[in-house]
C-alpha cells in the first residue's frame, strides 16, 4: 500500500506510480494500492495489479494553509473522513508492506491512528522521502512542534531517501538520533522508463526541434512561463521552437491569457495538460523546467540539456536541488529574483543546445533508485515471495 497526501502539484502522485510500476514488473505476485488525495489521478494509466483510492481532496494555499477541495464541508470534517478511509482500508487490505510518500505522520497527522495500528504487526511501514525537502532551519521548525523525528523513529521500520547522500542529505540540520540514522538508506534517483508506445501524440503539430516548457502541476508556475513566453514574443532570434505544457493545477485565468498569446507566436505550441510528459520529453531537444524531483528524475534519465528556474517560495527545495546539479554540472540554473530580463532569457536558450548532456555528469549509482527499491522490497518481505497468498503493498 501507498501513502500519497496530494495537496498541490503531481510529484506525490507521479513518484508513487512510478515505484507501484515498477515494483509489479518486477514482482509477478505483488498487489498494490494506492491511496492518493489528486483529484487527477484517474487521467493516468495504471498497470494491472496497480490500483487507487482516492481520498477526499484538500489543496495547500499560496499561505501555506489547507482547504478542502471538492467538498464544501469545514478542513476538519474532510480531514476526518480522509483518516477513516486510511484506516479502515489498511485494516481490510492488510498490506505486507506499507509505503508512505514524503510525510511521516500524514496530512495534518492524519496517518498517526493507522500507524500505530500497524506497530507490533507484521507489516512493514516504510516511509519514503524525495532527496531534498526544504530548507534544513524551515523544516526544523515546521516538525519540531509535531514531535516527527520521534514518530520516525517509532513508527517506521525504515526511511528510504530516493536520491545520493553524496547529492543531498534531505535531513541535515536536524537533530536525528543515531537510531533514526541507522534506519536511513540512500536509493539513488528512480529513472523513468519510456512507455512501450512512445511516439509523439497524434495531434502533436510542432515541426522542428523542440524545447519542452514544463513548471508540472502548475499551481505556481506561472512566472517561468511568462518569462520563456516575453522571450518570444520580443522577437529575438531563438534556436528552437518552444512547446509549454502549462500543467493542470495553473488557474484558469493565466491558462486562457497563456493560450491566447501562443495563438499569435509560430513557434510557441501551449497546451493545459499531457499525461505522457515522458514522450514529451524524450522527444524534445532540451527542458526549461522549475526543477521539482520528477522533472529531474526524467531529465536525468532521457539525458536531455536542461535550464531550471526555481521555485523560491514557499519552499526552497527545488532551489537547493538546482544549485547543487549545476555544481555538477548536470544542468544550468537562472534564479527568478528581481527584473526577469528577456534578454538573460534568450541568451540561456541560446546557449541550452551547447551544455552538457546530465549522462557526462552524473554520480555513480545515480539512477539507480528502483532497482535499489525492488531490493528493499523483497528484503522486507523475505520469506513471503513465493508463498500461493499474493503479496500486498499499500501505498
Known amino acids: 500500500m501507498i501513502y500519497s497526501h496530494d495537496t498541490f502539484g503531481l510529484g506525490h502522485l507521479r513518484r508513487c506510480r512510478a515505484i507501484a510500476h515498477s515494483l509489479v514488473e518486477r514482482f509477478k505476485g505483488l498487489t498494490i494500492l494506492i491511496l492518493s488525495g489528486s483529484p487527477i489521478i484517474a487521467n493516468f494509466d495504471f498497470r494491472a495489479r496497480v490500483d487507487f483510492i482516492r481520498i477526499p481532496g484538500v489543496i495547500k494555499l499560496y499561505n501555506g494553509e489547507y482547504t478542502s477541495l471538492g467538498l464544501h464541508i469545514d478542513l476538519g470534517e474532510t480531514l476526518s473522513i480522509r ?27 492524519e496517518m498517526h491512528e493507522t500507524l500505530r495500528m500497524l506497530k507490533g504487526t507484521s507489516t512493514r511501514v516504510i516511509l519514503g ?13 515546521e516538525w519540531a512542534g509535531r514531535n516527527v523525528l520521534t514518530a520516525m523513529e517509532d513508527l517506521y521500520d525504515e526511511i528510504w531517501v530516493y536520491g545520493l547522500k553524496e547529492f543531498f542529505n534531505p535531513l541535515q540540520g536536524l537533530d536525528t538520533s543515531q537510531g533514526l540514522r541507522n534506519k536511513t538508506i540512500y536509493t539513488g534517483y528512480l529513472p523513468r522508463p519510456l512507455p512501450t508506445e512512445h511516439g509523439l501524440p497524434y495531434d502533436f503539430n510542432v515541426s522542428e526541434p523542440y524545447i519542452l516548457v ?3 502541476g502548475g499551481g ?14 520580443a522577437g529575438y532570434e531563438l534556436p528552437h521552437a518552444a512547446f509549454m505544457v502549462l500543467g493542470p493545477f495553473m488557474p484558469p485565468e493565466q491558462r486562457r491569457d497563456f493560450i ?14 499531457d499525461s505522457r510528459m515522458e514522450v514529451l520529453m524524450a522527444n524534445s531537444v532540451g527542458v526549461v523546467s522549475m526543477g521539482g524531483y520528477n522533472t529531474f528524475c526524467e531529465v536525468l534519465s532521457y539525458d536531455k540539456r536542461a535550464l531550471v528556474i526555481p521555485r523560491m517560495v514557499p519552499r526552497k527545495e527545488q532551489l537547493f536541488r538546482a544549485i547543487r546539479a549545476q555544481e555538477l554540472g548536470l544542468l544550468k540554473v537562472l534564479i527568478p529574483d528581481g527584473i526577469l530580463d528577456t534578454q538573460v532569457m534568450a541568451e540561456a536558450l541560446r546557449a541550452l543546445p551547447h551544455q552538457k548532456k546530465p549522462s557526462q555528469s552524473l554520480l555513480p549509482g545515480m539512477l539507480g533508485g528502483l532497482d535499489r527499491v525492488g531490493t528493499l522490497v523483497r528484503a522486507n518481505v523475505e520469506g ?3 508463498v500461493e497468498r499474493p503479496l500486498r503493498v499499500l501505498m
Do not use: C, H
Not at 489498511?90 to 496530512?107: H, M, Q, Y
Not at 508556475?221 to 522571450?231: E, K, L, N, S, Y
Not at 498569446?261 to 501551449?270: D, N
Open 384 to 386: 513471503e515471495f513465493g
Open 260 to 273: 491566447d498569446r501562443a495563438s499569435r507566436l509560430p513557434r510557441v505550441k501551449v497546451i493545459s495538460f
Open 129 to 141: 522521502l524525495r532527496d531534498i525537502m526544504d530548507e534544513p532551519l524551515l523544516l526544523k521548525q
Open 214 to 216: 514544463t513548471p508540472g
Open 83 to 109: 483518516e477513516s478511509i486510511i484506516r479502515n482500508t489498511t485494516k481490510t487490505f492488510a498490506p505486507d508492506l506499507f509505503l508512505v510518500d514524503k510525510e511521516p505522520l500524514g496530512l495534518k497527522g
Open 220 to 233: 505556481d508556475g506561472a512566472t517561468m512561463i511568462d518569462w520563456v513566453m516575453r522571450t518570444y514574443e
